[in-house]
């Protein structure tokens, strides 16, 4: 399983970024996915998650209305859209994924992508 996540960078607030996640080495259609954050001196959050077909999602109170995750199960890529940065969304920011191998379970993350919101 591999997660690798690209688009972060430094954007000013109100700015927009979106992060993309490819996925390979397993059947990616068949999971949800999460998007993930980790902030300097705070716990990791989780900021998003979508169904394994995209047609469901959930979203940390703090980026409802402001952040939409989507997946493209052709491109094996989960995608966070991310509009009216704020300073406080300042993180490196993870896709993740579990996976069930008979009674058990595995996590797997992408090596993050850094997003700074500054001006």
């Known amino acids: 399983v591999k997660l690798v996540e690209s688009g972060g960078g430094l954007v000013q607030p109100r700015g927009s970024l979106r992060l993309s996640c490819a996925a390979s080495?397993?059947?990616?259609?068949?999971?949800?996915m999460n998007w993930y954050r980790h902030a300097p001196g705070k716990e990791r959050e989780l900021v998003a998650v979508?169904?394994?077909?995209?047609?469901?999602?959930n979203y940390v109170d703090s980026v409802k209305g402001r952040f939409t995750a989507s997946r493209d199960n052709a491109k094996n890529t989960v995608y966070l859209q991310m509009n009216s940065l704020k300073p406080e969304d300042t993180a490196v920011y993870y896709c993740?994924?579990?996976?069930?191998?008979?009674?058990?379970?595995?996590?797997?993350w992408g090596q993050g992508t850094q997003v700074t919101v500054s001006s």
């Open positions: 993740n994924t579990r996976i069930m191998y008979g009674l058990g379970e595995s996590s797997y």
């Open positions: 080495g397993f059947t990616f259609r068949r999971y949800a």
């Open positions: 979508i169904s394994s077909a995209g047609s469901s999602t």
